[in-house]
């Protein structure tokens, strides 16, 4: 077996560089990439990982981590990467797909085929999944125990490794945070562009290693322009392994010496300039002639400018400048995915892209001519590198426009802009040999670094008493980038109604906050929107919500506007003449969750408790020992799969399941097709309502009070029935209105009260158990002290971890039953 031999076949029978060969064969994964835009990073990277994993010796194997963890500084433009390495994997004969009779890629459980079968590959086939928000059918949260590729921008990741997923259901954090913090390997692509995202990572990378992983977890950051000292962080305290461009080749050496000549950008021998005033008068039309003016044909041009909006407004001058025969497109990072224009970075021939910084990372284009704003030293290299990319041009150019930098520098730095224009005033060719050789010192600058104590806070995902959580955005972007995701529907005049579905990732659209916030402060145009109320279980009017914080996902009346299909997110510039914003077709198959809401419950289908647990139970045994866990925690996770619903024997769940009638089967699924319970007892025949109540808590109540296994023998497995639906984890506490017993004294937390009973389940156990809220009592033996306990002697990783193997073994079961009916 050759690795080069496999690159060829991945790649369409491109010879590796030297660099990429070392990277893959050495006796271990550096972790810092240090090599040229438009020497193959992410073919090095992908490949490398690939070739570790399934074809080098059984040692490396073993070492190298089963989910390869791709992250993208920019918002956007994630697919090319997610194309190449569908590329690759197809050429290789081992990529997963959704073919017929599949839900998701990760369901294809077909052999490898051709090189890799050839080769003696016998694992599973590898899917390619976009992380993006909202609802998605790839499914790779349900497979801990395949080998997968996860791509997506450092926004979706990083908020999921910190256990505050933007764009998805809060009750499936801990699932994302096991997965992307345990047998990981995480790819930083272009971190200079990372901003705060960069100590984020590196402290990220300590962490797992002081406080442990299962599986192992590496890290590698790729750059050619990163100061080395941001990644030693506080608790980074080493010095990292890097590796370098040192031998080139023929195919090297033309990358790296190729011409891009540079000037500063002039129309009618006029220096263009953007200032206060330009940008209302002239600016836009200047731009647009020197586009007509330096536009080379059958060649891209390609226009980088800072801000959305400058780039829509450029767009709009060229479309009108130019006939048919170029053709234009606008990229940024506020478009909805249907709606972006990815084929202009797969064409070749006469275009023009306009295009904001989304390019700097990613992205494989090769202009002839380049037009820029000023902008800090690394994101400019980076553009450059967008230029004659591979050396195929003897006479590339690069433009550059000048800016008052003093009033236009955002969202960038005077400092840093000052420091840039110094190079650029003096510097001809940008070709990376040279540039490699200048060093811009972009001196001292304070940002939050997230903590030890951060981690174990954000551990717990339980909301205060006013449905709010720790804020995370400080560790995720700069604090003048921060978005929502949002989406269009039609709305009624009363309001959307409860049972309304969750967006799909194609819906999504990213807005800045601040935009949001100006919008509904001044109710412009009739402007309408919602943010879904998990307490409460209903569409709180954006006006009344106390808080909008990044990456939720908030709802928008399509007659509200905000949005263009040819320009993306304008915001406050729709006008009602527009028109409304057309709904995307694709929705989510879902409703969105409530701390009440029960969606895995109504499957079209009758399963008794005995029958489910026993069936979880297994299947948490087979993914446990797929993944290579030791026998104790495989027997715990088998435990708790057996007991993880016997607290829906509760005459709370059974009179809810089965509308009050009475019938001698426990069901732990139901024919019915809904989302939420009315759970309630009957008392002197009066329906007594237990609103919230969580037949997790129950289950896991009911093993921690049996007698029949010691308690040092099943604390774990107790936590993780009660972590299970990602509602009751590390504190047991009542909510604000809910049912309250008579008895003052009695306690109760989520529906369950002191006292209640669990009857027998025919072939787990065979007495009825009393309840004991004693548990919610902080202090001595209470459930918190059992958690920090947990939470201690496993960490905070390997803990989710283990939660994330019940809760995907339940959804896999549940699914089946799923499955059988629609047969």
Not at 65 to 88: A, F, G, K
Not at 545 to 561: A, E, F, N
Not at 706 to 715: A, P, S
Request: hydrophobic share 35%; glycine share 6%; with cysteine.
């Amino acid at each position: 077996m050759n690795y080069d031999e496999m690159f060829k076949k991945a790649t369409g029978n491109l010879e590796p560089f030297p660099y990429q060969r070392r990277l893959a064969t050495g006796e271990d994964l550096p972790q810092l990439l240090d090599i040229p835009t438009g020497c193959g990073k992410t073919a090095a990277v992908v490949l490398a990982w690939l070739w570790r994993r399934r074809f080098a010796d059984e040692e490396v194997r073993k070492k190298t981590p089963r989910r390869l963890i791709y992250c993208l500084p920019m918002r956007v433009l994630v697919e090319q990467t997610r194309d190449n390495c569908i590329e690759w994997l197809k050429n290789l004969g081992i990529l997963a797909i959704a073919h017929e009779g599949n839900r998701a890629p990760q369901d294809d459980v077909r052999p490898v085929e051709g090189w890799a079968a050839e080769q003696g590959d016998r694992g599973d086939r590898i899917a390619v999944t976009i992380l993006m928000g909202g609802e998605d059918k790839d499914e790779w949260d349900m497979y801990p125990e395949r080998d997968a590729i996860i791509i997506g921008t450092q926004d979706m990741l990083l908020s999921r490794a910190l256990n505050r997923g933007y764009g998805m259901s809060r009750y499936r954090w801990p699932v994302h945070y096991g997965l992307l913090n345990n047998d990981c390997l995480w790819i930083m692509d272009e971190v200079q562009l990372m901003g705060v995202g960069v100590e984020t990572t590196s402290q990220m990378d300590a962490f797992r290693r002081i406080i442990g992983t299962t599986g192992g977890c590496r890290s590698i950051w790729m750059s050619a322009t990163l100061d080395d000292d941001r990644l030693l962080t506080v608790d980074q305290s080493t010095s990292l392994r890097k590796l370098s461009l040192k031998e080139t080749n023929p195919a090297t050496e033309k990358r790296t010496n190729a011409p891009k000549r540079v000037e500063m950008a002039t129309y009618e021998e006029k220096a263009i300039v953007l200032d206060k005033d330009s940008e209302k008068g002239s600016y836009y039309s200047d731009i647009a002639n020197l586009i007509r003016e330096k536009h080379i044909e059958d060649s891209l041009t390609l226009v980088v400018v800072n801000t959305v909006k400058r780039a829509q407004e450029i767009f709009k001058k060229v479309k009108d400048a130019f006939d048919e025969e170029v053709r234009i497109y606008l990229l940024h990072s506020r478009f909805r995915e249907s709606d972006r224009k990815i084929e202009a970075l797969k064409e070749s021939g006469n275009r023009i892209i306009i295009s904001t910084q989304v390019v700097e990372a990613g992205v494989d284009i090769s202009a002839r001519t380049l037009i820029t704003e000023l902008a800090p030293w690394s994101s400019l290299v980076q553009r450059f590198g967008r230029c004659n990319r591979t050396g195929e041009y003897v006479d590339a150019n690069i433009f550059w426009i000048d800016m008052d930098i003093e009033k236009l520098a955002p969202p960038y730095s005077v400092k840093d802009q000052e420091k840039s224009r110094i190079q650029m005033v003096s510097l001809k060719n940008a070709t990376p040999s040279e540039l490699s050789l200048i060093i811009v010192d972009n001196g001292e600058q304070v940002r939050p670094v997230i903590r030890k104590k951060d981690i174990l806070e954000l551990f717990d995902t339980t909301p205060d008493l006013t449905g709010n959580d720790l804020d995370i955005s400080r560790f995720i972007r700069e604090s003048d980038e921060k978005d929502v995701q949002v989406y269009w529907r039609e709305i009624p005049e009363d309001g959307p109604s409860r049972e309304m579905r969750k967006p799909h990732r194609i819906e999504l659209c990213s807005a800045p906050i601040g935009e949001i916030k100006e919008l509904i402060s001044k109710k412009k145009d009739g402007f309408r929107g919602w943010q879904w109320d998990h307490l409460d279980e209903y569409w709180k009017d954006l006006g009344q919500s106390s808080t909008i914080i990044p990456g939720r996902m908030i709802l928008l009346d399509v007659d509200s506007g905000g949005y263009s299909k040819d320009l993306g997110w304008i915001g406050k510039e729709w006008k009602p003449k527009d028109g409304k914003i057309y709904e995307v077709n694709l929705k989510g198959d879902h409703e969105n969750e409530s701390t009440n809401s029960e969606i895995e419950t109504f499957i079209g289908k009758e399963v008794t408790i005995h029958d489910h647990c026993m069936d979880v139970s297994e299947k948490c045994k087979s993914i446990s020992e797929k993944i290579g866990l030791d026998s104790f925690l495989i027997d715990q996770e088998a435990l708790a799969g057996l007991w993880h619903d016997v607290g829906k024997a509760h005459e709370a769940f059974q009179n809810a399941i089965k509308g009050g009638f009475y019938t001698e089967k426990l069901l732990a699924k139901s024919k019915e097709k809904k989302n939420i319970l009315d759970y309630f007892m009957m008392v002197d025949g009066q329906k007594e309502y237990r609103r919230y109540f969580r037949h997790e808590l129950a289950s896991a109540l009911a093993l921690l009070q049996y007698k029949g296994i010691l308690k040092d023998e099943k604390k774990l497995a107790v936590y993780l029935i009660g972590a299970h639906h990602g509602k009751v984890r590390q504190s047991i506490r009542s909510l604000p209105d809910e049912t309250e017993p008579e008895d003052e004294n009695l306690r109760f937390a989520r529906g369950v009260w002191d006292g209640d009973i669990i009857p027998s389940v025919d072939g787990l156990f065979d007495e009825s158990i009393s309840l004991d809220l004693t548990p919610m009592v902080i202090g001595e033996g209470s459930w918190l002290e059992m958690s920090l306990g947990l939470l201690d002697e496993y960490g905070p990783f390997r803990l989710a971890y283990l939660e994330s193997i019940l809760r995907i073994s339940d959804w896999l079961v549940s699914r089946s039953y799923e499955e059988g009916v629609r047969e």
